[in-house]
T-cell receptor, first 115, second 111 residues
Framework: DVKVTQSSRYLVKRTGEKVFLECVQD?????MFWYRQDPGLGLRLIYF???????EKGDIPEGYSVSREKKERFSLILESASTNQTSMYLC??????????????FGEGSRLTVL | GQQVMQIPQYQHVQEGEDFTTYCNSS?????IQWYKQRPGGHPVFLIQ?????EVKKQKRLTFQFGEAKKNSSLHITATQTTDVGTYFC???????????FGKGTTLSVSS
């Protein structure tokens, strides 16, 4: 089974702190994604990566950056956390080959609270 | 920009009743995926539809992809309490690189 592991299930940070959210997948997937989930807003794409050292902005990249130094690891960075970044963050990965788009495999999520 | 819209946002049914959620895209989709998220859980892939007019069934769940490939639906027959959760549809963005999700339909079922 594919496993996508997010480093922290719950975090509490203060405004202005730098925050790292780590995600590791064990199935050699090329594509990795970071979404945030907020009530009534569904899942919104922050950033994604289709290969090592490659990154693309999603719909809401402002205030975030990412790093993909190794194929299995995709990190989301909040350079200076703000209260409006309090949210559930979901990492996902998928294989890019074959027919169709390829299903996403999600991690358990990281619930971040910024005080 | 591209949008994927889902209705209704919430639906409450009595156990045994049917349930349908609808998904509409502002652009033609190459394919559409459906996910289910149980309360407190993460989204889990259910199915992918690729062909115009495609219909697929998984036990009590029926998925349809519209002829114009701009809409889709998920129908659950005779809901059970295990069907509780939020159902999301998702379509590829215009660049074909990432999935854009609808806001989801949250289903609650009372026994």
């Amino acid at each position: 089974d594919v496993k996508v592991t997010q480093s922290s299930r719950y975090l509490v940070k203060r405004t202005g702190e730098k925050v790292f959210l780590e995600c590791v997948q064990d199935m050699d997937h090329e594509n990795m994604f970071w979404y945030r989930q907020d009530p009534g807003l569904g899942l919104r794409l922050i950033y994604f990566s289709y290969d090592v050292k490659m990154k693309e902005k999603g719909d809401i990249p402002e205030g975030y950056s990412v790093s993909r130094e190794k194929k299995e690891r995709f990190s989301l960075i909040l350079e200076s956390a703000s209260t409006n970044q309090t949210s559930m963050y979901l990492c996902a990965s998928r294989w890019s080959g074959g027919a169709g788009t390829g299903e996403l495999f999600f991690g358990e999520g990281s619930r971040l609270t910024v005080l | 920009g591209q949008q994927v819209m889902q209705i209704p946002q919430y639906q409450h049914v009595q156990e045994g009743e049917d349930f349908t959620t609808y998904c509409n895209s502002s652009t033609t989709l190459s394919n559409i995926q459906w996910y289910k998220q149980r309360p407190g859980g993460h989204p889990v892939f259910l199915i992918q539809l690729v062909k115009s007019g495609e219909v697929k069934k998984q036990k009590r769940l029926t998925f349809q992809f519209g002829e114009a490939k701009k809409n889709s639906s998920l129908h659950i027959t005779a809901t059970q309490t295990t069907d509780v959760g939020t159902y999301f549809c998702a379509g590829l963005n215009q660049a074909g690189t990432a999935l854009i999700f609808g806001k989801g339909t949250t289903l609650s079922v009372s026994s």
